[in-house]
């Protein structure tokens, strides 16, 4: 019986050292968890719900009739550099990759494929949004390409991911060159009233490099465009409605009546915030700003970075309501319809 106590106790160390092995390997790690190790997982779960899944984006080349399929975050790079100018700041360049990201998203789940060839999602032209391809960026920016591109790049990669949204989904992400002072409601300029596109004030485009335009248009082809004719010799146009956006709401030339948008368009004017006057044969049309007015304004939103602003900032400013989400919930309905 004595022979045989060093064997019990040694039995009884080991069972004792084998039941604190778990506990001993667990131990560290819980204590970790309550500190920086805690921090560092809770961010790997935010840079996991950023990890959304691959959508390839099917871009109708219509100089080139032909369909160019690319990595969506290769695409909104593409739509970036076509759609704002590179010297912008960054963060101005950020807010143009979230926009671009989600009105190419609003356009898929719409399901709107006017003018878009069978096999494309959109065009490379101002009917969806502008691109260009890295080879045509290569030959067109030349020395410049390699600082143009990375700070392309940087702001695309900054908002991988996000999308901006109203109740859970996408929105059309409408934006222009520069305001008037103020951009304007959807439902003033098109004919939807749409929540997140509320005119709201936008001081830091005025005397900005495209505020101010100017056209010289004979009076013949001032009658033959809008459909009218002048009687009065200095006589033009009576303005009758402003919108909320402070831009032309409708125009009584002579008994008939045209919307700001209507002689915009017809005039191919910079804008519907314009005043006119007749001087001999021709008229002198003034503008303020550039583009249709709704959304977000590109001049704004340079400014805006200017002065300290955030990308996220500037898309809270001129999509009223909207936010920014993040979930894989949205790409994933994407991916799973196309």
């Known amino acids: 019986m004595l022979k045989m106590k060093p064997i ?8 004792a050292v084998t039941l604190m092995i778990p ?22 779960e935010t840079e996991a719900i950023a990890d959304q899944p691959a959508v390839e984006v099917a871009v109708y080349r219509v100089g080139q009739e032909k369909i160019e399929n690319l990595p969506l975050e290769d695409y909104i790079a593409g739509v970036v550099a076509a759609e704002m100018p590179t010297d ?5 360049l950020k807010a143009q990759a979230l926009t671009a990201r989600t009105y190419y998203l609003y356009h898929l789940m719409s399901g709107e494929k006017s003018g878009v060839p069978e096999g494309a999602d959109v065009t490379d032209t101002e009917n969806h949004q502008v691109f260009k391809s890295d080879e045509e960026l290569r030959k067109e920016w030349n020395k410049d390409y390699q600082w143009r591109m990375k700070k392309i790049k940087e702001a695309v990669a900054a908002t991988s991911g996000q999308v ?20 304007e409601n959807s439902e003033d300029y098109w004919s939807s009233p749409l929540p997140y596109l509320k005119s ?56 008939k009546i045209l919307t700001g948008k209507d002689i915009r368009v017809k005039l191919e004017l910079k804008s519907s915030d314009f005043t006119w ?46 936010t920014i989400d993040t979930t894989k919930t949205l790409l994933s309905k994407i991916t799973a319809s196309k």
């Open 200 to 255: 709201v004030e936008s001081p830091w485009d005025v005397n900005t490099e495209k505020f101010n335009g100017q056209k010289i248009i004979s009076v013949a082809d001032f009658e033959k465009k809008l459909g009218v004719q002048l009687t009065d010799a200095s006589e033009v146009g009576r303005i009758i409605e402003k919108t909320k956006g402070n831009r032309v709401g409708k125009v009584d030339i002579n008994g």
């Open 88 to 92: 912008f700041e960054l963060e101005a």
């Open 277 to 322: 006057e007749r001087k001999g044969d021709n008229i002198v049309i003034n503008t303020k700003g550039f583009g249709h007015g709704v959304g977000m304004s590109q001049f704004g939103a340079n400014e805006m970075a200017k002065a300290g602003k955030t990308y996220k900032e500037i898309v809270e400013h001129y999509y009223s309501g909207a």
């Open 164 to 183: 901006l949204t109203y109740d859970g989904k996408p929105i059309y992400a409408a934006f222009f060159s520069t305001s008037n002072g103020y951009t």
């Open 8 to 15: 019990v106790v040694l039995a009884a160390v080991l069972f």
């Open 23 to 44: 506990t001993l390997l667990v131990l560290p790690f819980m204590e970790k968890t309550t500190g920086k190790l805690g921090e560092e997982l809770a961010l790997k």
